[in-house]
């Protein structure tokens, strides 16, 4: 009976020890945020985002691109220039056209007649192409946010990982307090104590490199918004929503890929005809003033046109081509809205996977093995089990949260993915106002 007693009162101790032990490793780390706040200021992902979008170089490339695509437009639509010549003709002559006396000035201004809508396929082109600038600098935007997205989710995945290495070691310390009253009471062999101080050095192994990593993902996360600024992450974004925001989405041509894909085809057919108008010959025009000094500085007017003859070359090949490079937007487009689908299909499916995962986790298996590891412990103070059934339970535990972690890690991913698909960033884009 005292025996009993004595067993009932350290399996007390224990699961006190531990639960006070989990309880403030819990408040630490929940506390930790608003400590932390008072010295850097809480991050969102959105607003993770807008640092990034405003510190990022290729984006200002973009913005550059979009500027030079307004240069061409603007080039697009200016005509031809018009000629000035002066011609003087019969001096220096001998006789009567000795020096200047018989000399004809003629001055004429001449200007080339754009025919076959050239002017307006050149500015139909340039227009498809200002379009396309402005969708690469969109599609950079959301690039960069699914990047962000990824490291933040990641840098909050690795808080987690710490969170649950601290309290494997605060878990793994009380085990060695137990186990050391053990051994003391000759109710345990040496080695199992040996094998507890072992589980405590492991976990703090653990987390030493868990906080490690978690240093590698803030630091890559900070880097993208422009360098090392001290960030406090907002640990709710890292849960699962509570409504699918995905739900039933599917590709339509407002997707910026498909977009990009459409103004390609359209920017071929601008393309083709531009060098169908080319084909066209243009006449140049002219109309000048010549004086005839040999008649006393008499004068007249001159008039002319010039017709280029489209025998050799009416431009046959650049239009054969534009036509191919017309059919090869065309079924680019088709095999983008298509693999598209797939891609919107595939991402959909592992989330919902991921989701559940995750849920199943949370409600069930967790707790189970939160009970497997009580009952263990139970058992192991009364005699039943031995050190390393609860050594197990408690592996169990941690390696169920990680997966935990895990799957919403992989959920986050894909979401990822998924955002930058459907452009669910785009608003954050500066647009042509923003950066001009």
């Known amino acids: 009976m005292p025996d009993q007693l004595r067993s009932r009162r350290a399996s007390a101790r224990f699961l006190c020890a531990l639960a006070v032990s989990q309880v403030a490793a819990t408040i630490v ?26 510190a990022d170089a290729g984006l200002r490339a973009a913005n550059a691109g979009v500027d030079a695509a307004l240069g061409g437009a603007r080039q697009a639509r200016a005509r031809p220039n018009p000629t000035l010549d002066a011609e003087v003709e019969n001096f220096n ?59 933040y989710s990641e840098a909050l995945a690795a808080d987690e990982i710490v969170a649950i290495a601290r309290e494997r070691l605060t878990t793994a310390t ?14 345990d062999p040496l080695m199992a104590g040996a094998r507890a101080e072992a ?48 739900d039933h989405v599917t590709p339509s041509d407002e997707n910026p890929d498909i977009a990009r894909l459409i103004t390609a085809r359209e920017r071929a057919g601008e393309s083709t005809r531009v060098e169908r108008s080319l084909a066209w010959t243009n006449p140049t025009l002219s109309l000048g003033y010549r004086r005839f000094e040999e008649l006393d500085g008499d004068s007249a007017m001159v008039a002319g046109v010039s017709i280029p003859i489209g025998v050799f070359d009416r431009n046959q090949g650049s ?66 089990f031995s050190y390393l059934d609860v050594l197990d339970a408690q592996r169990a535990l941690t390696d169920t949260r990680e997966r935990r972690v895990e799957a919403l890690t992989s959920f986050h991913t894909n979401e990822a993915a998924l955002d930058r698909l459907t452009a669910r960033f785009a608003e954050l884009v500066p647009g042509e106002e923003a950066h001009r």
């Open 29 to 54: 780390f929940v506390a930790s945020a608003p400590a932390a706040a008072q010295e850097a200021a809480s991050l969102t992902l959105q607003d993770a985002i807008a640092r990034a979008i405003g």
């Open 93 to 151: 002559g001998r006789g009567d056209l000795r020096g200047f006396q018989g000399a004809e000035r003629t001055f004429s201004l001449s200007q080339e007649i754009e025919l076959g809508g050239q002017r307006r396929a050149r500015m139909r082109l340039a227009d498809r192409e200002l379009h396309g600038a402005e969708l690469d600098r969109l599609v950079r935007g959301l690039d960069l946010a699914r990047d962000v997205q990824l490291a």
């Open 174 to 187: 009380a085990l060695n307090a137990s186990v050391a009253r053990r051994v003391a009471a000759a109710r």
């Open 199 to 246: 589980g405590v050095a492991e976990a703090r192994i653990a987390l030493t490199r868990a906080e490690a990593e978690a240093a590698t993902a803030r630091a890559r996360l900070t880097s993208l918004m422009g360098g090392d600024v001290g960030i406090t992450l907002v640990s709710a974004d890292f849960a699962l929503p509570q409504a699918g925001g995905h």
């Open 319 to 384: 239009v054969a081509r534009a036509r191919a490079e017309q059919r090869r937007a065309e079924h680019e487009l088709e095999a983008g809205r298509r693999a598209l689908e797939r891609e919107f299909a595939a991402l959909q499916r592992a989330m919902d996977a991921d989701a559940m995962a995750v849920r199943a986790t949370e409600d069930s298996v967790i707790p189970q093995a939160e009970r497997a590891l009580e009952l263990a412990q139970d058992g192991y103070n009364r005699g039943a």
